[in-house]
């Protein structure tokens, strides 16, 4: 056949990627080799020449392994250079060219006689009278199936075959070949064989049977092999401690994590894969299916010995909270986990259908004020916390303690500032007087006060100091974010919230050293042996009850596991790193409502509702063994709008005149101090009693069983007090406002300072120093509010008398631009394909409290604007590849904007293994390395994204590919 001339670099093209066609997934060396050569004759083809060229014909069918009966689809797939062309077809060829069957582009054929057909295609160009021709011998089967059983076999988990078929005649042979990944695959020539798959995925089966009459009929199944076997041992709801019987209370609303733990029951670790629903009232709950927040929604199941319920890798684990799901956490809910197909999981006792229903319940938010107290150090430089450390210290207690929020006064207030490292006796004391101020002027009288000092002192120390059932407690805020001081906050919270140190009953001190406040009802114990572990230590739950019985926590800002073997309870001193037990955390959540539940109408027990006007506190500490008074400096709270309110005790305090007649007499209680750490010998209690401010008051005197313990009088002269700066029609927009005051005292006394600011022309008052000494004072500006009606006020004490001044007109303020901070993703962290990635802020200005979602704006480095709000969640693959700096921008009402930002990496591909920035040799090493294994770490299972438990071709092939093609983050 001629007529036309062939171009020859068209012709070795062509020839190149049909070997490459034909190449498959056989060998990952010949696909690099066709590649080359592909892009060498790529690169060699010549421009075609001038001549005509002869038409080249070829086609393809489908099916491939055409039966009797079935319909067959030719596909031509010839070139005609020139035009126009004919096409003729023979479907039986004899020889004779003479009567085409067809000659249509793509016709159709149905044989009904099983045998080798001849086909052949005859391709013609009319215009220049070349022709080609193409030809293929078709196999046409007599039908037959494959069978198996059973239908959704586990790996280890014998498969039984056989086949059916018609229209033959016996005997018959077989020709069972199982692809499983081996180089030679194994063959089995049973009639119905039965064969094992040792691991999860997806196999082929090929049969090939033939009859007495050498008619062939061949089949191919693929075969869903699932991961197995695997059990679920326990299905866990956790939000701060829990046992698998989720035995312990759920707070309606706060953060929760459902932990499926699943086990491998083989002696290796087994893939398993299930997504998480919610029903309430036998209703779906929106957002189902959850999917798992492991990588790849995964998890390696390891068999029982290695199984750890410590490890957060070993379980399926779901997270939960309002803002990403919505309203799951309220009422009765069952949480039913769901198989997607893709493992095989057993429930382990009969009649479990994978499912657990917990009930959510409501609780009080806890109130809290974290107060900064500032001193010089050893060094002489200055300490002390910033926002962000009270901040961060908000998260912790929210992480530990049976609340779904705190509600944080603002605490830019600098009310305490030492000229050296203070007594925390001392600072306790200050911060009494400062609580038992804001109470009588706000109102506000059940808000706990944490008086926090940063860079704790090394070596045996009082990490901090409360007392039991009180609103106020001071502490060190520890160096180090994992070491033993990390929640003395919660502990000393916890003792204002009436909780004690444990102690067995048979012990005089408490494990781990503490030597007052015992509560010896405290159930959980576990003995160490051996160096300076060796003794009795308190847990945070049952260790001898069995595995349902243990109790695990998981710190949700930290995002760390608790394990009991290696956490204490928070209330004792054991090292290294306590955590609330659940009986603490049962006795909190009965603490709670009677702490910050709704008020009772009328006035708290003890109150005298008669008289109105100042409030004069009287303060002091008691030697409870010794009965010995010490008073300090009385402070003054004008135009108190709380009437004095004491809860009788056994202590008595009486109020003279200067002839010494009775004024009042109230009795009080001194609540004994409870430092942790050394210097727990002496009994000490702290009073800050209110009374009427009445200016004939001359003596107050301190009695107990009827016994005077010590008496103070007042100085003939009261103080003078006057403000200096600011005294009105100031403005302040840099970075400190500058208070000054001057003071006298014709008695010579020495005179102390409270310092307080309003924003409103008195309305209302925060104070910022106590006892301050120095006639003076710095004020940042951004821990002011804004306003253009500000107003100084500083109250002078003698001891006993005090006098009061403010600003004499109102000055202005600049308001001030929100506070951010990231709590996710952290720095620096990578995140490839549909990879979840949560975002979270925390976002509050001074003026406004906490910003709103829609004035909270997520941009990225390269994206752009991408999210709104406090929290949401977004994939890594609908970023663009690369470096982001994420920028969380919040703008308050006054249209000023603070932000923070952090850096994150984000790829589409995940064949880069070892994240070193791209996809090279290094990491199809890591493929060969588990090479037909289940994948180790990193894993090189990466196909489909979510893996398969093998490392076989299909991930050699994907890294491959992503390799040639240059991939890279």
Avoid at 250 to 268: D, F, M, N, P, W
Avoid at 313 to 334: A, C, M, Q, Y
Avoid at 851 to 877: K, L, M, Q
Avoid at 951 to 964: H, I, P, Y
Wanted: aromatic share 10%; charged share 20%; hydrophobic share 35%.
């Amino acid at each position: 056949m001629s007529g036309c001339v062939n171009a020859t670099g068209i012709v070795a093209m062509t020839e190149v990627r049909k070997s490459r066609r034909s190449l498959g997934l056989a060998s990952l060396l010949y696909l690099l080799l066709a590649v080359v050569e592909l892009q060498q004759a790529e690169a060699d083809i010549y421009p075609a020449t001038e001549f005509p060229q002869d038409p080249v014909a070829q086609f393809s069918y489908s099916p491939s392994a055409p039966a009797i009966g079935e319909r067959i689809q030719f596909i031509n797939t010839s070139t005609c250079f020139q035009g126009p062309c004919t096409y003729a077809w023979w479907f039986d060829w004899d020889g004779d060219w003479e009567q085409p069957d067809s000659t249509q582009l793509n016709p159709y054929h149905t044989y009904w006689d099983p045998g080798i057909h001849e086909v052949m295609l005859l391709v013609f160009d009319h215009s220049c009278g070349g022709s080609s021709i193409d030809g293929a011998s078709v196999e046409v089967q007599w039908p037959i199936s494959i069978q198996y059983s059973p239908l959704h076999p586990a790996a280890g988990e014998p498969v039984c075959f056989s086949a059916s078929f018609r229209n033959t005649t016996p005997p018959y042979t077989y020709k069972w070949v199982f692809w499983d990944y081996h180089s030679c695959p194994p063959i089995d020539t049973r009639p119905s064989p039965c064969y094992v798959f040792p691991l999860r995925g997806t196999y082929i089966v090929d049969l090939r049977v033939t009859d007495a009459d050498d008619i062939v009929g061949s089949a191919t199944s693929h075969i869903v092999v699932r991961e197995g076997p695997t059990e679920l041992i326990g299905l866990e709801v956790v939000q701060v401690i829990q046992d698998w019987r989720n035995s312990v209370p759920l707070i309606e609303g706060k953060e929760t994590y459902v932990r499926a733990h699943i086990r491998s029951t083989t002696g290796e670790a087994k893939t398993a894969k299930a997504v998480l629903r919610g029903f309430r009232d036998d209703e779906e709950l929106p957002g189902c299916p959850l999917e798992a927040m492991n990588s790849g929604h995964l998890v390696q199941a390891q068999p029982a010995g290695m199984y750890d319920r410590g490890n957060w890798g070993h379980s399926l684990n779901f997270r939960i909270t309002p803002e990403l799901v919505g309203d799951w956490l309220k009422g009765t809910v069952r949480f039913q986990l769901e198989q997607d197909g893709y493992s095989y999981i057993e429930f382990r006792d009969p009649g479990n259908d994978g499912s657990v229903t917990v009930t959510f319940q409501e609780s009080p938010q806890l109130k809290v004020k974290f107060v900064k107290v500032g001193y010089r150090d050893e060094d002489r430089n200055y300490q002390i916390p910033t926002s962000l450390q009270l901040d961060e210290l908000k998260q912790r207690l929210l992480a530990m303690y049976p609340v779904a929020s705190v509600d944080v006064a603002p605490h830019g207030a600098l009310p305490f500032s030492y000229l050296e490292r203070p007594d925390l006796l001392l600072v306790l004391e200050d911060l009494k007087d400062y609580s038992k101020d804001e109470c009588e002027r706000t109102g506000d009288c059940s808000r706990i006060y944490y008086g926090a000092l940063t860079n704790e002192p090394l070596g045996d120390h009082t990490s901090g100091v409360t007392h039991l059932n009180a609103n106020d407690s001071v502490g060190y805020i520890p160096k180090g974010d994992f070491d033993n001081g990390r929640n003395t906050h919660t502990h000393e919270l916890g003792h204002c919230l009436g909780r004690l140190h444990p102690r067995r009953k048979e012990d005089s001190e408490g494990p781990c050293g503490s030597k007052k406040g015992h509560d010896i009802n405290f159930p959980y114990y576990i003995y160490f042996v051996g160096g300076a572990d060796e003794g009795w230590k308190a847990t945070i739950g049952p260790m001898g009850e069995g595995d349902e019985d243990l109790v695990y926590g998981y710190d949700t800002h930290a995002k760390l596991v608790i394990d009991p073997m290696e956490h204490f309870e928070v209330m004792s001193y054991c090292n290294p790193w306590k955590w609330i037990s659940k009986y603490t955390y049962e006795g909190i959540l009965e603490a709670l409502p009677g702490k910050f539940g709704a008020p009772s109408p009328g006035p708290p027990l003890g109150v005298s509702t008669s008289g109105s006007g100042d409030v004069l506190l009287v303060r002091g500490r008691i030697n409870l063994d010794s009965d010995s008074v010490t008073f300090s400096p009385f402070s003054l709270v004008p135009d108190a709008i709380v009437p004095p309110a004491e809860r009788p005790g056994e202590y008595n305090m009486t109020l003279l005149d200067k002839d010494g007649d009775l004024i009042d007499s109230l009795s009080f209680e001194a609540l004994e101090c409870m430092p942790d750490g050394p210097g727990e010998d002496e009994r000490i209690g702290l009073f800050v009693v209110a009374v009427w401010s009445d200016p004939n008051m001359q003596e107050v005197t301190i009695d107990h069983n009827g016994v005077e313990l010590a008496s103070i009088a007042a100085s003939p002269n009261r103080p003078t007090v006057e403000v200096m700066q600011p005294n009105g029609g100031e403005t302040f927009a840099g970075d400190n406002v500058e208070v000054r005051w001057s003071a006298e005292d014709a008695d010579g006394d020495r005179l102390v300072y409270m310092v307080q600011y309003s924003p409103d022309n008195g309305i209302s008052w925060e104070t910022f120093s106590i006892a301050r000494s120095e006639p003076n004072i710095t004020l940042g500006r951004e821990a002011l509010i804004g306003s253009e009606q500000g107003l100084i006020r500083v109250i002078a004490s003698d001891g006993f008398n005090t006098a009061v001044d403010e600003s004499d007109g109102v000055f202005s303020v600049a308001n001030n631009a929100p506070r951010v901070m990231i709590v996710e993703p952290g720095e620096g962290t990578f995140f490839a394909g549909n990879q979840l990635i949560v975002f979270r802020v925390l976002a509050r200005d001074r003026e406004d409290g906490p910003v709103e979602d829609a004035n909270i704006v997520w941009t990225s480095s390269i994206d752009g604007e991408f999210g709104y709000g406090e929290v949401f969640s977004w994939h890594a693959d609908w970023f663009s590849e690369g470096e982001h700096v994420i920028t969380a921008t919040a703008t308050d009402s006054n249209d000023l904007s603070g932000f923070a930002s952090v850096t994150i990496r984000t790829s589409w591909m995940w064949c880069d293994l070892n994240l070193d920035g791209a996809v090279d040799l290094a990491d199809l090493a890591i493929v060969g390395a588990q090479w037909l294994q289940p994948p180790g770490s990193p894993s090189a299972d990466v196909v489909p994204y979510w893996g398969d438990g093998i490392v076989n071709m299909r991930d050699l092939e994907k890294v491959a590919t992503q390799w040639l093609e240059g991939a890279g983050p």
